[in-house]
């Protein structure tokens, strides 16, 4: 398969440019200076084939500062609702199928069993407004588009939850941490997986859900991830986490309160469901201190 690959140097661009050069798929992965998705003389050059003929565009490049989103609301517009719809468009007129990548933020977080598919959306904050939008702005654009949501990303490269957990307790800090937040972590490696084996099998159009298959909150996954990287560097393990209240972690945007994304239109197209939060994120913290190794 030859694949176009968007997200270069991000969390999950990385680990899936890894996975798709594993299975030995011909991957482009132009830098942001080479293909900008907010610029439309930019995203042409896919259609005028300068970048090389592709059957597949994976958009792994997004706006993804939740937080200081709403300070920069046009920029993340920019990003996450009219990149993908040039991204669309482009692909369509090219025959170039498009796999792009969104989010859990798209609920508001009242529901109480997982989310499927066509369960209906209400973004609480900009970032999730503009992931709808550019979730919108795919399914009219390109009528053979996947989108594929996920949740709680973490991965060894970029400033993920759990590096930031481990971070501060080696650093001595009292960890408190929200656990009245639920939700699904989700492995980039295991993610990029998933992924790949939807390019490979072709699969239908539509949104799917990708996320991991544990729900927990975010103190649990703090714990967790705390513990693995304990146990891998020899530290002396940490007592219980606190657990505080969301009102006690105030944020510039609310968070959904649960948003566990179900699985099972995805595992219906034949593809593995990811492995349990425990054992990915063993490997997440194997492959941190090669990074940190490597980087020291
Ligand atoms: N992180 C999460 O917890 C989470 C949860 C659910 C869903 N998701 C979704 O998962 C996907 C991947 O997220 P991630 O955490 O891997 O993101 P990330 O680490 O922030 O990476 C995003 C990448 O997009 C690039 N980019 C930004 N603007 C661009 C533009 N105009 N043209 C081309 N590239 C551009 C960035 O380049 P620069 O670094 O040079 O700006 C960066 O490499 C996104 O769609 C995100 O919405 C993430």
């Known amino acids: 398969m030859k694949v176009l690959l968007l997200g270069l140097g991000g969390m999950l661009g990385t680990d899936m440019g890894l996975e798709l050069g594993r299975r030995g798929h011909d991957t482009v992965i132009p ?34 500062l939740v937080d200081k989103a709403e300070a920069e609301q ?31 933020f798209v609920f508001d977080g009242e529901g109480e069993r997982p989310y499927v598919e066509d369960d209906p ?14 979730e919108q702005a795919v399914l009219e654009g390109h009528s053979n588009a996947i989108i594929a949501r996920t949740a709680w990303l ?72 705390v513990d693995e990287w304990a146990t891998l560097t020899g530290k002396p393990a940490l007592d219980k986490i606190e657990a505080i209240k969301t009102e006690d972690w105030p944020t510039p945007t609310k968070r959904p309160k649960y948003s566990v994304l179900s699985f099972e239109k995805t595992a219906s197209l034949g593809i593995e469901p990811m492995r349990s939060t425990r054992e990915a994120v063993v490997e997440f913290c194997h492959r941190l201190q090669e990074l940190q190794a490597a980087t020291a």
């Open 74 to 104: 046009q920029l993340a517009y920019e990003i996450n609702a009219l990149g993908p719809s040039y991204l669309a468009k482009i692909c369509a007129l090219s025959g170039i199928r498009l796999l792009h990548v969104s989010t859990d």
């Open 154 to 225: 973490y991965g060894p490269n970029g400033n993920s939850f759990p590096r930031t957990m481990i971070r501060a307790w080696e650093a001595g800090k009292t960890l408190r941490v929200v656990g009245d937040q639920i939700g699904s972590p989700t492995y980039t490696g295991d993610l990029a997986r998933v992924l790949t084996d939807m390019i490979e099998k072709n699969a239908f159009p539509g949104i799917y859900h990708t996320a991991g298959p544990d729900a927990m909150n975010w103190c649990e996954f703090a714990q967790i991830a």
């Open 31 to 64: 830098p942001i200076s080479e293909l900008d998705i907010t610029d439309p003389a930019s995203v042409a050059k896919i259609a005028a084939g300068e970048l090389g003929r592709f059957d597949w565009c994976v958009n792994c490049a997004a706006y993804t």
């Open 121 to 134: 959306t209400k973004p609480l904050g900009c970032y999730g407004r503009t992931k709808w939008q550019g």
